[in-house]
């Protein structure tokens, strides 16, 4: 069974920065594509950021586009966000989800079929 684990929230301030980690287990990285997700507490799960299985193609969110760096690891297995000049508004859960998608990949909920159980981020001064 798929497994993933997200670490390297927490509490930054406006403008700040943080490294997500997504820890894949029971699959490698060039078999399924990841995504990032997030979610505030009453709105619906948002997607970030996602990287291609089959090449390392990135995809942004308009919101997150110039700010936030998706990359992957091959040898450890492991996929990274990035997250720069944060702001209150990227406060939320964060998620990485995996799954079988196009090239380039979309963080698309139906596609993807594996999540973690997300870590916190927040942005407050």
């Known amino acids: 069974q798929v497994q993933l684990v997200e670490s390297g929230g927490g509490l930054v301030q406006p403008g700040g920065s943080l490294r997500l980690s997504c820890a894949a287990s029971r699959f490698t990285l060039d078999h399924y594509s990841i995504a990032w997700f997030r979610q505030v507490p009453g709105k619906e799960r948002e997607g970030v950021s996602c990287?291609?299985?089959?090449?390392?193609?990135?995809y942004y969110e308009d919101y997150v586009k110039g700010r936030f760096t998706i990359s992957r690891d091959i040898a450890k297995n492991t996929v990274y966000l990035q997250m720069n000049s944060l702001n209150p508004e990227d406060t939320a859960l964060y998620y990485c989800?995996?799954?079988?998608?196009?090239?380039?990949?979309?963080?698309?909920?139906?596609?993807?079929?594996?999540w973690g159980q997300g870590t916190q981020v927040t942005v407050s001064s």
């Open positions: 990287i291609s299985s089959s090449d390392g193609s990135t």
């Open positions: 989800a995996a799954g079988v998608t196009t090239t380039p990949c979309y963080p698309v909920r139906p596609d993807f079929h594996s």
